[in-house]
């Protein structure tokens, strides 16, 4: 009985109830800011710059699952970084078209014609349905939603600053993606479970001034002749402490000069074939004592081919979740041609093949990174990868001069 109100209205009650009032400026500011945010919330437009690209995309997510669906039996899903370089679509087109599942990921950086990688991810990549992400693999939260998002089983590292002469524009660059960006993938891939198998571009710039020839896995590699090589170099340590520390499987295969289709403008046999359709001089380097400079140049098919047995061939990682379990798969392999050619007989056959002759200097070698002559040893690569190279410099000229025209063909008056 206690509990009923003596007057209509009040309750009697030995319960003590805080009467509490918001001070009126108070009540008029949270309905002022209440108003705001719903104003905000609802008429402002979509914002056109996402703080981190991707990470807000509702459309990428989905783009990423159905890139990385794989129709092989072996169950493959590939990371690819580096997918609209040169190397990297290709490679990652090949995947795609064998059943793995892939997703590239790449910056577009501008050290060449970015154009041009944007050619490469629609004829190579949009066409064959592989996703690219287009970020940094310096950026670790997009790292970590697309490793949240796909459980990889590999790791194909193609990202990098490539070039030998650059490395001396602009040697910061090499140190971001080489160094910084290789640990900060191989720090996210460690801690993963299970954690993928890595394979990644090394380097033969690697042997720098080593003159035992034809260079073998074995061979000393502490003689760079470029920051680019010693970045390389760099790297196969990082990789071997990471395979040593967390049992990650890890390989490195050092590409000889690869060329081709879809190529890269600021190797030689691209640019001079530019130059000497423009008419233009181009410098055909020798070394001291009019010695022959030559490379081991490996066309771009070939190098796939050993790119994806590597795949087919490493073990899995022993690691989960940053703990090694026990010991792991650790490889560094050639992949070159055999057959080092001349720089004179390269030009001579892009003369035959453009029908022109170029108009040529020959100057000593600058003290600029580059190296006087690679040539690869790939008996390592014939019996870990079942690796035969198969395509010889005037074949392989003839399919890139081929592209060349047929891609720069009809854009005669632009500036490429
Ligand atoms: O195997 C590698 O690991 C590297 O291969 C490639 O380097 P390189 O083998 O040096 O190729 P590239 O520059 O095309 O010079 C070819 C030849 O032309 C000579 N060369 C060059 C320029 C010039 O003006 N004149 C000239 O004679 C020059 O002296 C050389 O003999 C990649 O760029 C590099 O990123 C890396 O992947």
Request: proline share 6%; glycine share 8%; net charge positive.
């Given at each position: 009985m206690n509990d009923i109100p003596s007057t209509p209205g009040k309750f009697k009650s030995t319960l003590y109830t805080p009467?509490?009032?918001?001070?009126?400026?108070?009540?008029?500011?949270?309905?002022?800011?209440?108003?705001?945010?719903?104003?905000?919330?609802?008429?402002?437009?979509?914002?056109?710059?996402?703080?981190?690209?991707?990470?807000?995309?509702?459309?990428?997510?989905?783009?990423?699952?159905?890139?990385?669906?794989?129709?092989?039996?072996?169950?493959?899903?590939?990371?690819?970084?580096?997918?609209?370089?040169?190397?990297?679509?290709?490679a990652a087109a090949s995947l795609k078209k064998r059943g793995d599942g892939v997703v590239g990921i790449d910056n577009f950086n501008n050290y060449y014609d970015v154009r041009l990688k944007k050619m490469r991810k629609l004829h190579l990549l949009d066409k064959n349905g592989v996703f690219v992400i287009d970020a940094d693999i310096n950026d670790v939260p997009i790292l970590k939603k697309v490793f949240g998002l796909v459980r990889f089983t590999h790791v194909l590292h193609l990202a990098a600053q490539a070039g030998v002469r650059y490395a001396m524009v602009n040697p910061d660059s090499y140190i971001k993606s080489n160094i910084d960006g290789f640990v900060n993938l191989l720090e996210i891939v460690k801690s993963l479970n299970p954690q993928p198998a890595v394979v990644w571009a090394s380097s033969s710039s690697v042997y720098g001034l080593n003159t035992k020839v034809p260079f073998s896995e074995k061979d000393r590699t502490d003689q760079p002749a470029s920051l680019y090589a010693a970045t390389k170099k760099a790297g196969e340590e990082i990789a071997h402490t990471y395979n040593h520390i967390y049992g990650l499987s890890i390989t490195g295969l050092r590409f000889f000069t690869v060329y081709g289709p879809w190529g890269r403008p600021d190797m030689a046999y691209f640019f001079f074939t530019k130059d000497i359709l423009k008419r233009r001089t181009i410098s055909i380097f020798e070394g001291p004592e009019h010695a022959t400079v030559a490379r081991d140049f490996t066309y771009i098919d070939d190098i796939v081919k050993g790119c994806l047995s590597a795949i087919d061939t490493a073990k899995k990682s022993t690691g989960s979740g940053g703990k090694k379990k026990g010991e792991a798969q650790f490889r560094i392999i050639n992949l070159g041609n055999t057959s080092p050619v001349s720089v004179n007989k390269l030009v001579s056959i892009l003369e035959k093949l453009l029908k022109v002759k170029a108009k040529k200097k020959v100057v000593l070698m600058p003290r600029n990174g580059d190296v006087p002559f690679t040539h690869a040893n790939i008996s390592l690569a014939r019996k870990e990868l079942g690796y035969r190279p198969t395509t010889d410099l005037e074949t392989g000229l003839k399919k890139f001069v081929k592209w060349y025209l047929d891609y720069y063909g009809g854009k005669k008056k632009s500036s490429y």
């Open positions: 009467r509490f009032r918001f001070p009126r400026v108070t009540l008029y500011t949270l309905l002022f800011l209440t108003f705001v945010f719903f104003i905000h919330f609802f008429l402002s437009p979509p914002s056109t710059t996402a703080p981190r690209r991707g990470l807000r995309d509702s459309g990428w997510d989905n783009q990423v699952k159905g890139s990385a669906k794989t129709r092989s039996r072996d169950n493959h899903v590939v990371l690819v970084t580096g997918a609209c370089g040169f190397v990297g679509a290709h």
